[in-house]
């Protein structure tokens, strides 16, 4: 196999264990290889692999890779800006990270105008870290029934980045424990997508549906 089949392989199986020792179905977890920097022919081999959906955080970079590997599915996980969406939302199944009303008006609005209904994660800055985005807590619970209500957008659930030092697992306990008060019988929230390279054990534990993982598939970039 080649490398990037091999660390797929130890990945899935990492996922699987994690997923076990929680009592979940590991099925119930899906991986997310984070492609961004590498070129098509570098995500073909992980494809050969089996691997199916991917993930780009960087709009530019998107816009091009994405039309060249039209058999792969994929998530826009990155910091997107309001003057992009127009040309993000036709190659994506799922944007991770709406950060603020003001962009899932933009979301919402465009996705109208072309058609479509736009699955979304809100993403929500649980540890309080001036270098993310995202809603606060207060801000997210304040805004989701005006969130609710935008005609071109489906909300999947949320989405977080911990601070890079410390213990990721509380800010992974408290997105879980956010949606968990959040979910309703009419909007179940399903998706929590948290957890990469260095941390998506700790993520499953804490309920992740989605681990976004990079670096440890396809090498440091």
């Known amino acids: 196999m080649s490398s990037i089949a091999t660390r797929l392989a130890e990945i899935r199986q990492q996922i699987a264990g994690a997923a076990r020792a929680a009592g979940r179905d590991p099925d119930s977890v899906r991986l997310c290889a984070v492609s961004k920097t590498f070129p098509a022919e570098v995500i073909r081999a992980a494809m050969d692999a089996g691997q199916t959906l991917f993930g780009e955080s960087r709009a530019q970079e998107a816009i091009v890779k994405i039309p060249q590997l039209p058999q792969a599915r994929w998530h826009f996980i990155g910091h997107l800006q309001s003057n992009k969406v127009r040309k993000i939302l036709p190659l994506v199944e799922l944007i991770h990270s709406v950060h603020s009303v003001d962009l899932a008006r933009d979301v919402s609005r465009i996705a109208a105008e072309s058609g479509l209904k736009m699955q979304v994660l809100l993403q929500v800055n649980v540890a309080s870290d001036d270098a993310k985005f995202g809603f606060t807590a207060a801000g997210v619970t304040a805004a989701l029934p005006e969130l609710l209500a935008l005609p071109g957008i489906d909300i999947r659930g949320l989405m977080t980045i911990p601070p890079l030092a410390g ?46 993982v990079g670096s440890a598939i396809f090498g440091e970039r």
Request: glycine share 6%.
């Open 167 to 212: 213990d990721p697992r509380p800010h992974f306990a408290a997105l879980r424990e956010l949606r968990d008060r959040l979910a309703a019988p009419s909007h179940q929230l399903p998706e929590l997508s948290m957890g990469m390279s260095g941390d998506f054990p700790d993520a499953i534990a804490e309920g992740a549906t989605i681990v976004r």
